[in-house]
């Protein structure tokens, strides 16, 4: 049961209420941070990566332009050209002179091969192993620079053999004048030169960086077996060979491993320079961050949840003190008050709850003097009905002897009296049809006419549907009779109209009566309801009276209303709950 109270408490809710506004946050914090610097931090390296592996690509096109240019040289050189143009006549030895001068003119050459009517003539690496389809390939051309790529040569030095790896250019001599193929030269270069000019790029752990041709064959590798090996299978090397982009980047996983595949496109030979890295080598400084933002999570959680935890309990015990007032109120002590200690909306429910108690000791007093009131009408009408009784059967005794002597008028007025009479005397009905209540009034004034002889008329606009709405008895008349009274003048030759209205609206039963008599004088109407007559026997037949009776039975929102203008007329408007019968 404790631990049931425990969950659906106040200061509960409050702390979690802090953990979930803690813990969101710092966890949203965090990851938008981790992966926003990671991002930046990847960004940074990257594009800082894309630049490095951009000037290796410069220094691989360096020596590629470099090979170039030595090849045009060879091209449009005189003494090779004659001596291609009268092959016939020159001897291998001079050949071998020729292109052994042009050899010994670079250190970074391996060989030199000239092909001259089916002759081949090579200086520099002696290979073992003949290569005619390449020279096959190169008969065909027109005089352009091709890129061979690299592949295993074995070469002889002295009495031993050596395994190399040589990448080359070759190209057809061409003469200038008639367009004529005269031979195909090939220059030889050993590899390890193309694997100098990006070594720089190796320095991070797990790196891999190689040169392959746009078909995806390594030319150039850290790791020789790869050498001559087609790698354009692996999901890296796709986006790269088909990428429109000279250089980028490409992030991909490879054995679960999350790497990035930096290129760059060398512009003379169209080679890619690729490098590839971990992308774990990037996250090292983002680890450390890492690290120390966990350590400030935990202090700044532990830190908040003390304080979230001290701010849960000052805010809760005035609530409970709150409470246990309550839990008295609840057995009906309304003699205490709550202790007002803040201004915030603490202090402000404790406020209401004071208003609320006293608010319930006044409505209770008036409650009380309310059924007070509602006793002692009840003991003056009782008080009242001695002698209406009495007159009731003496004057039934006089209409039948008026009935029997033949005077007419007399049995009218003297029934409806009688009738009149027997509504007032009748015990136990507080509340009868409106029906009832015109016929009261109607009787009323079958006795007015004798008085006042035709000096009034009187008219009813009254709804079918408000006919049976139940009203307290007795309302209408002491209107009429003030109408009567205050209306005619027995000097004057105008008759008084009398209008009495009945409708219902918004579930509200309005009946007025109007006048077209002299009116009210604003000072009389502002107290005729504020001021209360004598408590005696006939004091219930008031406009005072009748508005008290209202409100006692259905409340304040509900009695007379009187509006009046001098020499225009008046009109008393009673608004009632409908009740049907």
């Not at 010994?104 to 060989?111: F, M, N, P």
């Not at 051309?141 to 091709?146: A, F």
């Not at 508005?547 to 409340?555: C, D, M, P, S, V």
Request: charged residues 25%.
């Amino acid at each position: 049961m404790d631990k049931v109270k425990l969950v659906n408490s106040f200061r509960f809710k409050i702390v979690i209420i802090i953990l979930v506004c803690i813990l969101i946050p710092i966890t949203f914090l965090y990851t938008s941070y981790y992966y926003k610097v990671k991002e930046i931090i990847t960004k940074k390296y990257s594009d800082s990566a894309v630049q490095s592996v951009y000037e290796g690509a410069e220094n691989i096109d360096f020596i590629l332009k470099d090979l170039r240019e030595f090849s045009n040289i060879v091209f449009i050189n005189n003494e090779i050209n004659e001596a291609l143009n009268n092959s016939s006549n020159v001897s291998q030895v001079e050949f071998l002179n020729i292109i052994r001068g042009l050899f010994t003119s670079r250190q970074d050459i391996e060989a030199i091969s000239l092909l001259v009517d089916d002759k081949l003539y090579s200086v520099g690496a002696i290979k073992l192993d003949k290569d005619p389809e390449v020279f096959d390939m190169l008969e065909t051309t027109k005089g352009e620079c091709v890129w061979v790529n690299t592949s295993i040569e074995r070469t002889q030095i002295l009495s031993s053999q050596f395994t190399k790896y040589f990448f080359s250019l070759g190209r057809t001599i061409v003469d200038l004048n008639t367009l004529e193929s005269l031979g195909v030269l090939k220059i030889d270069i050993n590899e390890s030169i193309l694997e100098k000019s990006y070594k720089s790029l190796m320095a991070e752990e797990g790196s891999e960086v190689f040169i392959c041709s746009n078909l995806g064959d390594v030319i150039s590798h850290p790791n020789k077996e790869m050498i001559g090996l087609n790698i354009k299978h692996k999901l890296y090397m796709q986006s790269i060979l088909t990428s429109n982009e000279k250089q980028g980047y490409i992030s991909y996983q490879e054995d679960g491993v999350e790497k990035v595949a930096i290129y760059s496109t060398c512009d003379v030979s169209d080679w890619k320079l690729v490098k590839a890295i971990p992308t774990a080598y990037l996250y090292k400084e983002i680890m450390q961050i890492q690290g120390y933002i966990i350590i400030l999570g935990i202090l700044y959680f532990i830190t908040t949840i003390t304080l979230g935890l001290f701010l849960a309990a000052m805010i809760t015990s005035p609530i409970e003190r709150l409470m246990k007032l309550m839990k008295k109120v609840e057995k009906g002590n309304l003699d205490i008050h709550a202790e007002i200690t803040s201004k915030d909306e603490i202090g402000q429910l404790s406020k209401s709850f004071n208003n609320m108690i006293d608010n319930m000791n006044l409505m209770m007093n008036k409650n009380i003097e309310e059924e007070r009131q509602k006793k002692e009408m009840e003991i003056e009408v009782l008080r009242a009905q001695i002698n209406p009784h009495f007159l009731y059967n003496t004057l039934n005794t006089i209409k039948w002897m008026a009935k029997i002597q033949g005077s007419t008028s007399i049995s009218n007025a003297v029934n409806a009296l009688t009738k009149l009479l027997r509504v007032s005397i009748s015990i136990g009905k507080e509340k009868i049809l409106l029906n009832d209540e015109i016929s009261y009034v109607q009787n009323y004034l079958v006795i007015q006419r004798l008085r006042f002889s035709e000096k009034f008329n009187i008219e009813y606009m009254i709804e079918e549907s408000c006919f049976k709405c139940l009203v307290p008895k007795l309302i209408l008349q002491p209107i009429v009779e003030n109408s009567l009274i205050y209306g005619t003048d027995e000097d004057s030759l105008e008759t008084l109209s009398i209008i009495i209205r009945a409708y219902e609206e918004e579930n509200v039963l309005h009946i007025s009566v109007e006048d077209n008599g002299p009116g009210i004088c604003k000072d009389v109407l502002d107290n005729i309801l504020t001021h209360r007559q004598g408590i005696d026997k006939f004091s219930t037949v008031g406009l005072n009276n009748i508005n008290q009776r209202i409100k006692l039975h259905y409340g304040d929102e509900y009695g007379i209303e009187i509006q009046s203008k001098v020499d225009e007329g008046t009109r008393v408007l009673i608004r009632l709950p409908i009740h049907k019968e």
